[in-house]
C-alpha cells in the first residue's frame, strides 16, 4: 500500500513538474509568424523552427541513446570492455541535454580538447554579451540547433575511449547500403553513353542536356533517399525519370547559367570547391557530379568539403567519402567497379581533395565568414565556382532570415560573394528568396507547406565576378 501510494505521488509530482515545463516554455514563445527580416527563431510558434526544436531535436536525441543501447555489444568489441561505465555516462549526459532543451536552459560553456571549442566558447561569449535570450527557444534557430550538435560532439569528446564514436555512423551505413542499388539506373547510363570518357566528344547541345541532368540528380537526391525504404526497385527503374517529373516543383533553376559560365571561360585547369550535404545517395550523385566536372570541364581539382565532426545526423564526414568510394569500388555490378575505381583515383592522386573546416560546423552564417574565417574564405575566393548542397547550408547562405520571398538572392546572401556560387536546395526551412513576385502565393495554395516539406526546390547562381 505504502509502495502504491509513493507511485502515485510521484505520478502526480511529475505530472506537476511538467506542467511547470510547459508554462516556463510558454512563457518564452510568442505565438505568431516570423516577422519579415527576422531571425527565424523557435519562439515564433507558427515557424518550423518550434516544432523542430520541440520535438525533432529531442527525438534525434533519443535515437542516439537507443542506439548507444541497441548496439553496445558492438561497441564494448571495438572499444573493449571498459567502455561500458563511458556508454552508460554518454547515455545519462545525453538524456540530461534533451531535459535541457525542453526546459530551455541557458547556453553552456565547452571544457573538451576539441579544436573548436575556443571558436564555439567565443562566439557564446559574444552572444551572451549582445543578446537578451541565451537559450535554446529564445535564441535564433541556427544557432540553436548548430549547438545542440555541437553539444553532442562535447559529450563523446569529453571521454577517453569514445571520442573517435561517430553516433550517427550506422545509420549512415544503412542509408549507403540502401543506395546503392538505387544508383544502377544512373551508373549504366552514364557509362553506356560515355558521358564519362573524355575520348567521346560530345555536341554542346548534348553536353548542356547532360550537365543538367547530372547536376539535378545531385539536387533531388533527397527525394530518391525518401523513396528507398518503401519501394528501392521502383526507384532504381525511374530515378533519371523522376528528375525530369520533378522539374515542375523546381523554383528556380539557374542551371544553364553555371553551364554557360564554364563554356565561356577558357579551357585553363580549374579549381572547384563543392561543399556537400549529406552522406548515402545524396553523395554518391554528388560525385558523380563532381566526375562530370572532372571530365568535360577542364576542373583539375575538386576541394571535397565534409563537416569534420558528426553533423545533423546524415551530414558527410572524411570518412564517409572513403567508406562510399570503397562501397561502389567492391560492389559486385560492373558498372559500380568501372566508376569506383575512378573515383578511387581521384581521391588518391589528390584531384579529389576531402577537406573537412571547422567553419562548417560552427553556429555561423556565411555571411559572417569573411571576418570571423578570412583565410576559409580566401581560399574560396581561388575556386572557379563554388556548389553549395542542401538545406543547412542554403539556410547559412541565407543568414537564417525570414527574407520577402522576391529578395534577389545576390543581396540575401550579404557579404558572402567569395567566387561564383550555385546553390543546390530542396525546400525543407520556411525561408527562401529569389522567386517571382507572385510565385510564392501560388505554390502555398497547391501546396500549404511547400517550404519545409522536401517536395519543391531550387538551383540559385550568384556572381561576384563580370562574366
Not at 561517430?166 to 551508373?187: C, G, I, Q, V
Not at 543547412?392 to 543568414?399: D, V
Request: hydrophobic share 40%.
Amino acid at each position: 500500500m505504502i509502495r502504491h501510494l509513493s507511485k502515485i505521488n510521484n505520478v502526480i509530482k511529475n505530472k506537476t513538474h511538467s506542467k511547470a515545463v510547459v508554462e516556463s516554455l510558454m512563457n518564452k514563445i510568442r505565438d505568431c509568424e516570423p516577422p519579415l527580416y527576422a531571425k527565424l527563431s523557435p519562439k515564433f510558434k507558427r515557424s518550423f523552427a518550434y516544432p523542430s526544436m520541440k520535438d525533432r531535436v529531442p527525438v534525434i536525441l533519443t535515437q542516439i541513446v537507443d542506439y548507444l543501447s541497441r548496439d553496445k555489444a558492438t561497441i564494448i568489441s571495438c572499444y573493449g570492455e571498459e567502455v561500458q561505465d563511458e556508454i552508460k555516462a554518454a547515455i545519462g549526459e545525453i538524456s540530461l541535454l534533451k531535459n535541457h532543451i525542453l526546459t530551455s536552459k541557458d547556453f553552456q560553456y565547452f571544457t573538451s580538447q576539441d579544436s573548436d571549442t575556443e571558436l564555439w566558447n567565443e562566439h557564446l561569449k559574444e552572444r551572451e554579451r549582445l543578446y537578451h535570450s541565451f537559450n535554446y527557444f529564445e535564441s535564433d534557430w541556427l544557432f540553436s540547433e548548430c549547438y545542440v550538435y555541437r553539444r553532442v560532439r562535447e559529450i563523446f569528446a569529453t571521454k577517453e575511449m569514445l571520442r573517435t564514436l561517430d553516433p550517427f555512423s550506422a545509420k549512415k551505413t544503412e542509408l549507403l547500403r540502401n543506395s546503392l542499388t538505387a544508383m544502377s539506373s544512373l551508373f549504366s547510363y552514364l557509362i553506356e553513353n560515355n558521358i564519362l570518357d573524355s575520348d567521346t566528344t560530345i555536341p554542346i547541345a548534348q553536353l548542356q542536356k547532360e550537365f543538367v541532368l547530372i547536376m539535378k540528380s545531385a539536387l533531388w537526391a533527397n527525394q530518391f533517399d525518401l523513396s528507398l525504404n518503401t519501394n528501392s526497385q521502383d526507384v532504381e527503374e525511374n530515378m533519371l525519370s523522376k528528375i525530369k517529373e520533378w522539374d515542375d516543383k523546381l523554383l528556380v533553376d539557374d542551371s544553364i547559367k553555371l553551364f554557360s559560365s564554364l563554356c565561356s571561360t577558357d579551357n585553363t585547369e580549374k579549381i572547384v570547391d563543392y561543399v556537400v550535404d549529406n552522406a548515402g545517395l545524396e553523395l554518391i550523385c554528388d560525385l558523380c557530379f563532381a566526375d562530370l566536372l572532372i571530365t568535360r570541364f577542364h576542373v583539375k581539382k575538386i576541394n571535397i568539403r565534409v563537416k569534420p565532426i558528426p553533423w545533423f545526423v546524415s551530414d558527410t564526414i572524411p570518412r564517409d567519402v572513403q567508406q562510399t568510394v570503397s562501397s561502389v569500388l567492391c560492389n559486385t555490378n560492373e558498372w559500380f567497379r568501372v566508376i569506383g575505381k575512378r573515383w578511387q583515383k581521384y581521391l588518391d592522386t589528390g584531384i579529389w581533395n576531402v577537406v573537412a573546416d571547422q567553419y562548417w560546423c560552427l553556429g555561423r552564417t556565411y555571411s559572417e565568414m569573411p571576418t570571423v574565417d578570412p583565410q576559409l574564405y580566401e581560399e574560396l575566393q581561388e575556386a572557379a565556382f563554388i556548389v553549395m548542397k542542401g538545406d543547412l547550408n542554403y539556410r547559412k547562405l541565407l543568414q537564417d532570415i525570414n527574407w520577402e520571398t522576391t529578395t534577389p538572392f545576390s543581396k540575401a546572401l550579404g557579404d558572402f560573394h567569395p567566387a561564383p556560387l550555385i546553390a543546390l536546395r530542396t525546400c525543407k526551412a520556411d525561408l527562401i528568396c529569389g522567386l517571382k513576385p507572385g510565385q510564392a502565393e501560388k505554390v502555398a495554395k497547391e501546396s500549404p507547406n511547400w517550404l519545409i516539406n522536401g517536395e519543391y526546390a531550387v538551383i540559385q547562381y550568384d556572381s561576384p565576378r563580370s562574366e
